[in-house]
């Protein structure tokens, strides 16, 4: 296939064509979190969370439950774990992740005077917070540069050929080798809602995709 090495991939055309896709589908979790309001580092780290290892459907309506009963650092410092358990009880590892969140509430309260720095180093300090969060709150709270690396952004650009990297971790190396920074933060917000409902982990809609013609459909064993 044309274009599998990423010295030659059209980087910004397929993006173009990708922007275009998405539109139909629902946004990624954090960047709708933002959309309702909750664009700061604070409500972005707790989000981001919140959403690991758990579908955008579950992540989103959790954190904002947990927003509405308490929308500050303070507010959600002074729940006690189980009442933060109960809001985000949809979520995986509920109990973990609400000690986790009440945890960067109290440090956002007692270290930082209630706002947290825009500092990806300082973030991935909390517990639960790795590259992955620190980068996203970075990105959209802050307007950095920072690339998100969930599972759809590592699977759909390895597929492309963009990139070759084994797990996540590497793939953020990668892009950033890579990747034009315009798009180190737009790369999620536009590869979650394609990786979910176009080029699918199972099956893939390659038949119908809008990238199909610069795909090198790496692993594609099965298609639709």
Same mark, same amino acid.
């Given at each position: ?12 055309? !397929?993006?173009? /064509?990708? %922007?275009? *896709?998405? =539109?139909?589908?629902?946004? $990624? ?7 309702? +309001? ?52 949809? !979520?995986?590892? /509920?109990? %973990?992740? *609400?000690? =986790?969140?009440?945890?960067? $509430? ?7 005077? +209630? ?98 013609a610069w795909c090198a459909q790496v692993g594609v064993t099965e298609h639709?």
């Open positions: 296939m044309p274009g599998s090495a990423s010295t030659t991939f059209p980087i910004d055309r !397929v993006l173009d /064509h990708v %922007r275009a *896709a998405v =539109q139909r589908f629902a946004d $990624a979790a954090m960047f709708e979190l933002a959309a309702a +309001g909750y664009r700061t580092v604070f409500h972005q780290l707790v989000g981001c969370v919140l959403s690991i290892r758990t579908r955008d459907e579950v992540s989103l309506p959790a954190a904002l439950r947990l927003f509405a009963r308490a929308p500050t650092p303070d507010a959600l410092a002074a729940l006690p774990p189980r009442t933060i358990d109960r809001l985000v009880h949809d !979520v995986t590892f /509920h109990a %973990r992740k *609400a000690r =986790q969140v009440r945890d960067i $509430a109290r440090r956002t309260v007692d270290e930082f005077g +209630g706002t947290l720095p825009c500092d990806p180093a300082i973030l991935t300090t909390f517990a639960g917070v790795g590259p992955k969060c620190a980068n996203l709150a970075f990105g959209i709270a802050c307007g950095g540069a920072g690339i998100s690396v969930d599972v759809h952004v590592w699977r759909v650009t390895n597929r492309w050929g963009f990139i070759a990297a084994a797990t996540p971790e590497q793939a953020m190396s990668a892009l950033e080798r890579v990747l034009p920074r315009r798009y180190w933060v737009e790369i999620n917000r536009l590869l979650v809602p394609f990786g979910k409902h176009i080029c699918t982990g199972l099956r893939p809609r390659c038949s119908t995709c809008p990238v199909l639709r």
